[in-house]
């Protein structure tokens, strides 16, 4: 403030010193060890500065002071501008995505897209007794055939499209355990996408009491739905469990013949 | 004039992904008036067709309803969005909800992962020994 002060009497004096200034206005002040002496004799005051506060020339204090002020308002209006522009940008894109960003981004998760699933394709088996622990993201879980799985929503697949989930941690059957270090290299779990769904409405109710304070807010979480296909990596047991369907027919067709005889 | 719009949906929920490829999906949406509605069915509405050729799309024009969006899937629910006041994107995006969706009752997940075989190598018990 002193300072300030200073200054305004030294434009008054001795306008000549801020003819030639530049339009710039920093505020670079450096401070002085006499400040009282210095108020009495400007003269002196003006040798001990090496540097001089610089004002647009033709003006006055008045305006000199406005301006100060207009320059404090324009900064802070230029960091809400970026900070505004900052925070729709960030909500409101969306981010276009390559086709290798897409790739490394699912690689990173812990999956890759195959492609759609055709109707030619034979991906369902019957149940093998064959199970691996996989890693989708920040979760594990252990699958088998046929296991369905819900997970947070992937980003770059749709419905009825065939992944491979490549960080497997542990693959195992009857008689064989194989333990990844910290993944099982050359294993591979095939899943199918089922759907992409919305999970039930949580209520998020926030409270103070006696502070007349409360929040409502609903959430509903974006999952996906995987249907295990395939677990590769291990030797599988070649004694698979036989569906009972054909017996039955089989046993129809004697009573049958049976029945005619 | 109120404006109504109806999409019915039809998909499988049966495990096998083999029906949920052959079912014959229906789609029908039903539009008519002058609002953002009748925009997204000029615009958005045939692109969405054309890459769900196996769901049925039907517009019908119902008055004094607001306008919705009707799916109906194989399991014989039904799921319906209003869309009153909604600009074509965000009736895209609740379009695409409904035909990515399964049609199943939405209630809070007991698990994350529904399985048959629990077990492979045995469960553990207490007297188990190795």
């Known amino acids: 403030m002193a300072s300030r002060r200073l200054l305004r009497a030294l434009t008054k004096t001795t306008p000549f010193l801020f003819r030639n200034s530049s339009s710039r206005r920093s505020l670079v002040v450096p401070p002085f060890s006499h400040a009282n002496a210095s108020s009495t004799k400007p003269a002196s005051a003006i040798a ?10 033709d003006k006055h204090s008045d305006e000199d002071d406005n301006s100060e002020d207009d320059c404090g308002d324009d900064e802070e209006e230029d960091y809400e501008d970026d900070d505004d522009d900052d925070y729709v940008s960030a909500s409101g894109g969306k981010k276009a995505y390559t086709a290798e960003e897409k790739e490394a981004e699912a690689a990173d998760i812990g ?14 088996k019957p149940y093998e007794p064959v199970f691996a622990v996989v890693q989708i993201g920040s979760h594990q879980f252990k699958v088998s055939n046929g296991d369905s799985i819900f997970t947070e929503r992937l980003k770059f697949c749709e419905v009825n499209d065939k992944l491979i989930l490549n960080k497997v941690l542990l693959l195992g059957s009857a008689s064989q355990t194989i333990v990844g270090r910290p993944i099982v290299p050359d294993a591979s779990v095939h899943a199918v996408v089922e759907e ?30 995987l249907r295990i296909t395939d677990i590769q990596g291990i030797e599988k047991p070649q004694n698979a469990i036989k569906p009972e369907k054909p017996s039955k027919p089989a046993k129809k067709e004697q009573e049958k013949v049976a029945v005619i005889a | ?80 969005i209003c869309v009153k006041n909604m600009d074509p994107e965000d009736i895209l995006l609740h379009a695409t909800r409904l035909r990515n969706a399964l049609g199943r009752k939405v209630v809070k997940l007991r698990t994350r992962h529904v399985t048959k075989h629990p077990s492979v190598q045995g469960t553990w018990t207490t007297a188990m020994k190795y």
């Open chain 1, 196 to 225: 992409h769904a919305l999970d039930a409405k949580v209520i998020i109710f926030k409270k103070k009491r006696r502070k007349n304070y409360r929040r409502t807010k609903g959430h509903r979480q974006e999952l996906t739905k």
């Open chain 1, 111 to 124: 999956y890759r897209v195959v492609g759609p699933l055709q109707k030619e394709d034979d991906v369902f």
């Open chain 1, 48 to 57: 001990q500065w090496p540097h001089l506060r610089y004002f647009s020339s």
């Open chain 2, 1 to 80: 004039m109120k404006t109504l719009v109806r999409l019915e949906k039809v998909k499988s929920e049966e495990r096998d992904s083999r029906e949920v490829v052959a079912a014959s999906d229906i789609f029908r949406a039903q539009v008519s008036g002058v609002c953002n509605l009748t925009i997204f069915m000029e615009s958005h509405l045939p692109m969405f067709k054309e890459k769900n050729l196996q769901l049925e799309v039907v517009t019908e024009l119902i008055r004094g309803q607001h306008p919705h969006l009707k799916g109906v899937y194989k399991n014989k629910s039904q799921r319906v």
